[in-house]
């Protein structure tokens, strides 16, 4: 039995932003030790890995989700698919490491260190094993995050114990690969409580016909990856390597934000498709309204939040060496409102319904426009330009999701609710406006300004009676009566 969207969006934001917090933790001490040398020399590795993971796993990940989602409910099924999907991605996996073999031969600096690359490369096969994507679509995110986070912890434990001078690369590695990727090895063990051989005869396996599927989401990533990347190499070739880094600092503050997101689409994604694939389209639109409201409520805030924190937030994150991304991250902090409603409407909607090459083409648009405005803006105002340049992007996509939706996603852009979250949001602003005139350390101004935000918005939405409110005060109430 599925647990509750609620609790399925707990978990998976936990263990969200225990990801997150990793590298904040981990990636001072390493770089410390190792200096830029070492830390250069396993992330350009990694870097390679990365690249021929993504493209041995072509669409896999996020079409798996759908797919096992549609079919959770009857074992056979469940069990056919799965394994099919496992053999493709596995059949790919072996072209994966072709690949890394050639690169060994050929390229004489990975030779050089052949060892460290070889171990990196692990990540390839833990990522297939892994199956993250099959326990994501039977909903099991409290497994995935109480594994996550052990296994977290106890590389971190690991990068503390071993990683204690510049000469400790290697041990660096086996950080990478076993911190981020080492808990797949349990999720293929426990997959045998749910794949069963018994429900499953070779001659009904056809790994292939997944093909085209597959092919479409791997296309769906590389143009969504080549309009956030392009920015930075735009940067790099118009303008300096200053720039880019400006930009990147700024990316990584906004893309923490998104990410908080990114945790409901995950969980979103596999209750949707079940509910298509059990034909409940009352329930579906139900909760796809509930999605996009919830996602409307949450980002909208959390945009204008980023104008008027950003300034303090850089400063905390990267350095005052880094003052000039303060503007990269105001500029570009409305993205983290159009992505979540263009996710609503593409990743959970759109793609369920089987409308995936609409997605693609909206993505197409953007990277288009994304292409011409770094072109325009770039040469004139540097990585502010960028920033532009991807704020543009990220509204033609959801503006053109917008227009191909109206007459197929069964959605209601704005009602009551949308304009409360509107006018909540324009009271935050005016108090954020009034502290960010207070002269007092940048650390406490940082916390008090999101503190008083979010106490703000919170209240007025409480005082307005919003079913998302009001849903909180049912649960509240209910736990209370249970403690009783």
């Known amino acids: 039995m599925a647990r509750s969207v609620k609790t399925n969006y707990i978990f998976n934001l936990i263990n969200t932003l225990t990801q997150v917090l990793l590298p904040l933790i981990t990636f ?28 041995s796993s072509l669409g896999i990940p996020l079409y798996a989700i759908k797919e096992v ?26 072209v994966g490491y072709v690949a890394v073999l ?21 990540s390839i096969v833990f990522t297939t094993i892994g199956c993250e994507w099959f326990y994501q679509a039977v909903e099991d995110f409290k497994y995935i995050t109480i594994r996550g986070i052990i296994i977290r912890c106890l590389s971190i434990v690991f990068l503390f114990l071993f990683v204690k001078t510049k000469d400790d690369v290697f041990f660096y590695a086996v950080f990478t690969v076993f911190g981020v990727l080492g808990s797949n090895l ?10 069963k051989l018994q429900y499953i005869s070779i001659g009904e396996l056809h790994p292939f016909k997944h093909l085209q599927g597959v092919v479409k989401i791997f296309v769906f990533y590389i143009v969504t990856s080549i309009y956030v990347q392009l920015n ?34 995950n969980v979103m994604l596999p209750r949707l498709s079940n509910l298509l694939a059990n034909k409940d389209m009352s329930k579906f639109e139900e909760m796809s309204q509930k999605s996009y409201n ?37 500029i570009m902090s409305f993205t983290i409102f159009f992505i979540a409603l263009s996710n609503v409407m593409g990743i959970q909607m759109l793609y369920p319904l089987g409308h995936m090459s609409k997605v693609i083409k909206c993505v197409t648009l953007g990277c288009l426009v994304d292409i011409i405005a770094c072109l325009i803006f770039i040469p004139l105002f540097a990585q502010n330009g960028a920033s532009l340049a991807y704020l543009i ?28 979250y509107i006018f909540a949001t324009g009271i935050m602003t005016i108090v954020l406006w009034a502290e960010s005139f207070i002269q007092i350390n940048y650390i406490i101004k940082l916390f008090i300004m999101v503190l008083s935000g979010f106490c ?16 909180v005060k049912e649960i509240v109430k209910e736990k209370l009566n249970k403690n009783k």
């Not at 959801?398 to 009551?416: E, Q, V």
């Not at 703000?456 to 849903?471: G, H, N, Q, W």
């Open 28 to 55: 001072p001490y390493a770089s410390r030790i190792l200096l830029p040398d070492g830390i250069g020399l396993v992330n350009s590795f990694a870097s390679i890995i990365n690249v021929i993971i993504l493209c």
């Open 69 to 94: 989602a549609k079919v959770r409910d009857n074992i056979k099924n469940l069990n056919i698919v799965t394994t099919e999907i496992l053999s493709l991605h596995g059949l790919l996996t072996l």
């Open 102 to 122: 050639i690169l060994s031969v050929l390229v004489p600096k990975i030779h050089a260190d052949i060892s460290l690359f070889l171990l990196l490369s692990l």
């Open 186 to 195: 349990f999720n293929f063990f426990r997959l045998r409580r749910y794949i």
């Open 232 to 265: 930075t190499v735009f940067l790099g070739f118009f303008q300096s390597d200053a720039t880019a880094g400006f930009y990147t600092a700024a990316m990584k503050l906004n893309l923490t934000a998104i990410t908080i997101n990114y945790s409901l689409a």
């Open 294 to 330: 919830f996602s409307f409520a949450l980002t909208l805030p959390m945009s204008v939040g980023l104008i008027f924190i950003s300034p303090y937030a850089m400063i905390l994150l990267s350095g005052v060496e880094f003052a000039p991304s303060i503007l990269v991250s105001q």
């Open 393 to 420: 992007a990220e509204a033609m996509v959801t503006i053109s999701m917008f227009i191909i939706g109206r007459k197929i996603l069964p959605l209601k852009y704005f009602g009551r609710s949308h304009f409360i």
């Open 456 to 471: 703000v918005y919170t209240s007025i939405l409480f005082m307005a009676k919003d079913p998302i409110t009001e849903r």
